[in-house]
Every structure is written in C-alpha cells, then in structure tokens.
C-alpha cells in the first residue's frame, strides 16, 4: 500500500470513529480539568505549616482572648492551617489531643498545659516523632527540659509579689484575707498562690481566713463566697486568683448588700477589659496584668524555628498592674482584650 493510501485509510477511520474519539477526547479533557481543578488549593495547603494547639478550655475571659489571640495568628492568611483542641478543663483530652496531633504529623505542636506534671510520656512521644513543642501560657514540670522547644507566658509568681507588694503599701490594718484559688497544680494557681503565702509570712497582722479552689470560673468564685458569707468569716480583703471570680465574688457581695471594694478589698489577676471597668468604678481595687495575647508570640517563635533559628528557651511577658490611681477609659480602650 502506497503511503497516501494508508494516510487516507487512517483518516477514513478517523472519521468513522470521529465521534466516538472526540468524545472520547472530551472526556480525556474533563478528567484532566477536574483532577487539576482542586490541586490550585491543594497546593497553597501543601505550602501552610500545621500547628495543632491543644488549649485548656474557656473558663474565662483571659482564656477567651487567649485563643481569639492564637486562632488569629495562625490563620491561612498568614501561611497556617492551626487545628484547634479544646480540652474541656481536661489533662486526658490534651494528652490524647497530642497523640491525635502526632498521628497527623503536624509541623508543631502548641500546648498551654492545665496542670504542670504528668506531661513527660506525651512529650517523649512527641519527641521520638521529631515535631517540636512549644509550651504557651502555663508551665510544665519535667526533669527533661528537651521535652519541649520553648516556652512564653507570665511569671504567676512575680504576679503574686506584685499584689503582696501593693497591698503593704495600701492597705492598713491586721489583714482577713480571703483566698480563691485557681486550679490547683497549674503553675498561674501556684505562682499567685505562693506569692500571697510569702506575704501572709511576712506580714504577722495578715491572715488567710479562707483558702480555696474556684478553679478561674466565675460560678465558683459565686458560690464559695456564698459559702464565706454563710458561715460568717470574718474577712476584709479578697484575693481572687483571676478575673472571673472577683466578677463571681461581687455578685455574691451585693446580693447582701456588702460594697465590694469598700467594705472589703478585692484583689484580682488577668485585668480583662470587664474588670478593668470594675477598678474604674472602684469594685476592684487592685488588678494585676496577665496578659493573655500569645499568639503571634508563639508564631514568632515559630518563624524563628523554620528560620533555623534557636529561640530563647523561656520567654516572659511584661506585665503591669492597675488600681484607680493610674488606669483610665483611654487605657482601657486601648487595649486588646
Ligand atoms: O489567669 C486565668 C485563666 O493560665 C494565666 O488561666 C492563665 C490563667 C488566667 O483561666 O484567668
């Protein structure tokens, strides 16, 4: 067969089968475009880093910010995809939360621990798997300081001082402090507890009438100063370990007609916005700073690492306090949470 001959024989079958083939090619077409068609997104996910934060839970104010805070710097539009764990007031969810983070291989792991011990097996498990850990808010407790890359939050026990410091120098008389504990082992309960234990030491007229856990819930601060109330203990200072629970000892405080920061002191940690308004209207006499805005700390922290960089193992936050003598609506407005 001459060569035209067997061209033209090729494109006579072509023809024949011309409309089998260009749907045939059409096909071909739709599933190339469909298969490309989400590898666009595919690709900018391949470029994000995966940070799992395993959080404490919402008790508060301070923790609510805490994680609008870190939900906001570890968003898409800055190159993260953050798979967010709510703990529920949990060490066991976060322990599991760890594995699951581990499970999906995630570049870093971010955990504000609830409690300071039992976090050397999970961590050992992160570490054998090679994702850095980063600790934010409270501390851990470990013999192996290689369990964890770095750490950023507030010094609770420099918090403490502060208060101890401005309650010599503003109140008078033998003091009947009442004392609301945060969780009890989570390193911002140890620290500001004690903190206020050194001062009852020093201070021969100071006494801690009442100590316990309100666990940074404001129903609790509520219901164990209803429990004081009750049984007649004879206070005239309140400390509360956050925020949260001053707001729960004012409520029970007014409900029996007693002015909280003139019949009796209050004292309170975190200085979230709601408080703030409280010191400006005199029902919370000292508020020491917490500051609960961790998230592009951590993410700076975490830029220093795909960097090649070796951040400074601990990172403390600076931190101020306010009573009426030098907070104002401007300063409140100003701030971030
Ligand atoms: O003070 C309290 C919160 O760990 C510093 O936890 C944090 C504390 C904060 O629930 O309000």
Known sequence: MRRNQKFNLTLKRFM???PFLI????????LISSCSAPQKPASVENDLIVVGFSQV???????????????EAFSVENGYRLIFDDAQ?????????IRNFINQAVDYIVLAPITMEGWDTVLTEAKAAGIPVIIVDRMIDTDDPDLFT????????????????????????PLNIVHLQGNIGSSAQAGRTE???????????????????????????QELMEDILAKEIDFNVIYAENDNMAYGVIEALEAHDIVPGK?????SFDAAHDALQLVL???????????????????????QLERGETPEKFTYVDEVFFDATNLTEEIITSRGY
């Open 150 to 173: 770095c750490w950023v939050g507030s010094d609770t026990r420099r918090e403490g001082d502060i208060a101890v410091k401005w309650m010599e120098e503003n109140l008078t008389g």
């Open 281 to 303: 209207s005199g029902k919370i006499n000292l508020d020491v700073e917490c500051n609960p805005l961790h998230g592009p700390r951590v993410r700076s922290l975490i830029e």
């Open 195 to 221: 903190g206020l234990e050194a001062g009852v030491q020093a201070n021969p007229d100071w006494e801690l009438v009442y100590q316990a856990p309100g666990d940074f819930v404001q129903a609790k601060g």
């Open 23 to 30: 749907s045939y090619l059409l096909f071909l077409i739709f």
């Open 57 to 71: 839970g919402s008790e508060s104010d301070w923790r609510n910010a805490n994680t609008v805070s870190m939900v």
């Open 89 to 97: 007031q949990k060490q066991e969810k976060q322990i599991t939360a």
């Open 263 to 267: 019949d009796a002191s209050i004292i």
């Open 16 to 18: 024949d089968r011309g």
